[in-house]
């Protein structure tokens, strides 16, 4: 027997739909609105009122005209070099850390795991970081941003629990065959724990794509910025004036850069917005495998 629901139920649900309903809208408003603004002519932008925006001003494409080329087109493609080169090196690293510490008989594991979690609550702090790069002739190089943080021990530790959940039957009978460690790593355990490897990827991606410190300390070249430092400095000091072209006596300069700072919002968050949803479904289970080890 299936027990009718009840009108209190009835009017609990409808009330909990729109309620979340609501909320809902006014979490997603800001982004629309800022797409929105985006798309919009900057002179008619200008004079919209600001409380509500269901459509762009003016329909135009020159706010991300400017952002794709000059330099913030040199920014958005630094920041694609450093996520792709970064995150590729930070997940290699990641998976050799994770191998060692998990797999059974290797020489002091147990000390070099302390050691690494250790640097997970204490460092040397910020200025001997900068000597030390300073040191290794990392300034004003790619190499500052790629390599000084590419391992993260959370996400190693995480990596690691991940691969010790695989049985050591499957290494022993592999080695048995003539497998070696490195056919092991990449054609046993690293399939059989995608779900957990799918998340680490995604933090070292997200972590690279807004990453803007390191490029303010290290880089002094202007044409290694990445995007996210471009942004800092339009949304913070509106230096986004400096990079309109004036030569079109009938757009208003301040409001193209109103308008070029909502453009750049939207590039700056697009990808991972677009990535984010393919890797979802592992992001529970990935995190609950690589967290807990019964």
């Known amino acids: 027997m299936v027990e009718k629901e009840s009108n209190a139920s009835r009017i609990f649900n409808v ?23 985006s798309f919009s ?14 459509k762009p001003a003016g329909f135009s494409l020159e706010a991300y005209k400017h952002v794709f080329t000059g330099e913030l087109g ?7 070099i450093y996520v792709i080169a970064g995150t ?3 997940m290699f690293l990641t998976f050799l850390g994770a191998y060692v510490l998990s797999r059974k008989g290797y ?15 204490f460092n040397g702090g910020l200025i001997p970081f900068y ?25 190693m530790i995480v990596m690691r629990t991940a691969f010790a959940s695989v049985p050591e039957s499957l290494i022993e009978a592999a080695k048995l065959d ?46 290694m910025y990445p995007l996210q430092l471009f942004l800092r400095e339009i949304l913070l000091t509106s230096s986004a004036d400096a990079i309109v072209n ?35 479904k592992y992001f529970v289970s990935g995190v609950m495998i690589g967290g807990v080890k019964e």
């Open 15 to 37: 009330v909990n739909y729109i309620l979340l309903a609501l909320i809902g809208i006014i979490c997603l408003y800001p982004f629309l609105y800022v797409v929105l603004a």
């Open 41 to 54: 002519n900057p002179n008619q932008f200008i004079k919209h009122d600001f409380t509500v925006l269901w």
């Open 74 to 80: 040199t920014g958005y493609l630094n920041t694609m």
């Open 88 to 90: 590729a090196i930070s």
């Open 107 to 121: 020489l002091f594991k147990k000390p070099l795991t302390f050691l690494i979690m250790f640097t997970m609550y």
């Open 131 to 155: 000597l030390w790069i300073n040191q290794l002739n990392m300034i004003d190089t790619r190499w500052a941003i790629l390599i000084p943080m590419a391992l993260s021990t959370y996400n």
């Open 178 to 223: 003539g497998a070696n460690d490195f056919t092991c790593l990449f054609r046993i355990i690293i399939p059989l724990s995608k779900a957990t490897v799918a998340v680490v990827l995604l933090f070292y991606a997200v972590s690279r794509w807004n990453e803007w410190l390191p490029a303010s300390m290290f880089l002094r070249s202007r044409e």
């Open 246 to 280: 004036t030569g079109g006596e009938a757009t208003n300069v301040t409001a193209l850069a109103e308008i070029i700072k909502y453009a750049t919002i939207v590039v700056s968050t697009l990808p991972i917005l677009i990535i984010y949803p393919f890797v979802q």
